[in-house]
């Protein structure tokens, strides 16, 4: 149990099938206890035996948009430091090789650029926080520390971010997984991204997962979609 | 045995050796034409127009190289092609059609559309016709000339699309409390995009009630499905919260 996500093993005529549901919270409150019960739709995988199933963090696989609370705006040459947390997924992997990748929650997509051009991301329903005590700490979910810094000669306004997390590595420091920190420089005709390692916040962390990807030319639209981000 | 032995004259070696260089040049520039970067599914268009004009080209010099006067030909061909011009007008006009339509390219080989009515995927883009197979799996082939005087909707052209839904409630609901039900809705369908975000535009009152359209959009690839559980999904929900979905109702008094 991690979260709203579960894993439970069910043996059916001598066989092993791993099953899991995202609707643990749910399931919950409703007495579920540790059998599937048919209404919950669990996943199923037939595993080998004897054998062990390993999980291992992942980042997303996709770039993650986070709002702030509220709308900030950066004058020239500013730069905010804000903390986000975002889904967690799990790699599983048997015996017999690489199993599917889990979402430890179910997760809402949403698109980045224009309808005719842009790159599909995925929602974060925690929104963009300027502290970090103001932010959730679970063990199902990822801190990222974000640095903005607007290098125009103009104000912008943020009001969303596109942080592209699969090309961040993966962090653990106690009970809590961090990413590696995102900073964004916003330029006169465009947003780079870079990595820092990890944050200042969890600086003894080891690192748990690499990157997804080694660069943006690896992630599709990532870079317009950052520029989406800032408005 | 020499050529000369089995062919018995030089004028048939010739003719044979222009035929023969003749299919192998086709086949070679054929080939060749492919590899340029055209859209896809404009390869085999182009492979079948080099390969006919190379292929006329030598056949008309091997029949020259056996002694055919090809001016008599050309004569007769020219009578040939004002009868021919006749019979096939509808044939030059697919064609040239197909010209500026290879040209314009307004969809791709894989992209669904609809032409004149008809839906499907296209299977191939020729110079006289584009064939479609649609979604009830039927081969369907439609004149380019028809393509290109018919109004073209790619479905597949764009990455996202908007689901619309309009909902019926009574003239009496509470129109604020419905708009929270169906944005509501969209927000828990998995496959509906968190952005663009879902609208609700009123569309009027109408004979049988307020008229609200939900427009909520999702990936190219999952419209149809999100479509679906929308219109399973709304008015389960709208009922939950003891809203009435509006049925067409007439009222006769008399």
Not at chain 2, 69 to 81: E, K, N, W
Not at chain 2, 152 to 163: A, D, E, G, K, T
Request: aromatic share 6%; net charge neutral; hydrophobic share 45%.
């Amino acid at each position: 149990m991690l979260g709203p996500f579960d894993l439970w093993v069910v043996r059916s005529g001598g066989e092993a099938f791993l099953a899991w549901s995202t609707a643990g919270d749910e399931l919950r409150e409703r007495g579920f206890d540790d059998a599937p019960r048919p209404d919950s739709q669990p996943a199923l995988l037939r595993v080998p035996e004897p054998g062990r199933i390993v999980l291992e963090p992942r980042t997303a696989p996709l770039s993650i948009v986070a709002r702030p609370e509220t709308p900030v705006s950066l004058a020239p040459g500013a730069s905010l430091r804000a903390y986000v947390s975002t889904p967690l997924w799990l790699q599983m992997s048997t015996r017999g090789g690489a199993g599917p990748e889990l979402a430890v929650q179910p997760l809402k997509h949403t698109w980045a650029g224009t309808t005719t051009d842009g790159s599909l991301c995925i929602a974060t329903r925690t929104h963009l926080r300027l502290s970090l005590e103001r932010l959730p700490r679970r063990a199902h979910r990822i801190l990222s520390a974000i640095v903005l810094r607007n290098a125009t000669n103009e104000t912008v306004k943020v009001e969303r971010l596109v942080l592209p997390l699969p090309l961040a590595r993966l962090y653990a420091d106690g009970d809590l997984l961090w990413s590696e920190s995102i900073t964004l420089v916003h330029k006169e005709g465009g947003t780079d991204s870079l990595l820092n390692g990890p944050p200042r916040e969890a600086a003894s962390a080891v690192q748990v997962a690499a990157s997804r990807v080694s660069s943006s030319r690896g992630l599709t639209g990532v870079v317009s979609a950052v520029l989406a981000g800032i408005v | 045995m020499t050529p000369l032995e089995i062919l018995g004259t030089p004028e048939r070696v010739e003719a044979a050796t222009l035929f023969v260089i003749g299919v192998v040049l086709a086949l070679v520039l054929g080939q060749l034409a492919t590899r340029l970067p055209l859209a896809a599914g404009l390869e085999r268009a182009i492979r079948r127009l080099v390969m006919a004009v190379v292929g006329a080209v030598f056949v008309a010099a091997s029949l020259q190289a056996l002694g055919y006067d090809l001016s008599v030909l050309l004569g007769a061909a020219g009578f040939a092609t004002v009868a021919l011009g006749f019979a096939a007008q509808t044939s030059a006009s697919n064609a040239i059609s197909g010209v500026f339509l290879l040209g314009e390219r307004p969809f791709a080989v894989g992209d669904t559309v609809e032409v004149g009515g008809t839906r499907g995927i296209v299977l191939s883009i020729d110079f006289l016709s584009i064939k479609m197979r649609t979604f009830d799996n039927i081969y369907v082939r439609v004149p380019n000339e028809t393509v290109m005087k018919s109004e073209i909707r790619n479905l597949s052209r764009f990455p996202v699309r908007r689901v619309d839904l309009v909902i019926r409630v009574p003239h009496d609901a509470d129109l604020g409390l419905v708009r929270s039900i169906l944005l509501g809705t969209a927000d828990t369908e998995p496959l509906a995009l968190a952005e663009p975000a879902p609208q609700i535009m009123f569309q009027g009152y109408g004979e049988s009630g307020a008229e609200l359209q939900l427009s909520v959009w999702a990936t190219r690839e999952h419209f149809l499905e999100l479509k679906n559980a929308l219109a399973e999904a709304v008015p389960v929900a709208l009922l939950a919260r003891g809203v009435q979905p509006g049925v067409p109702v007439r009222r006769t008094i008399v």
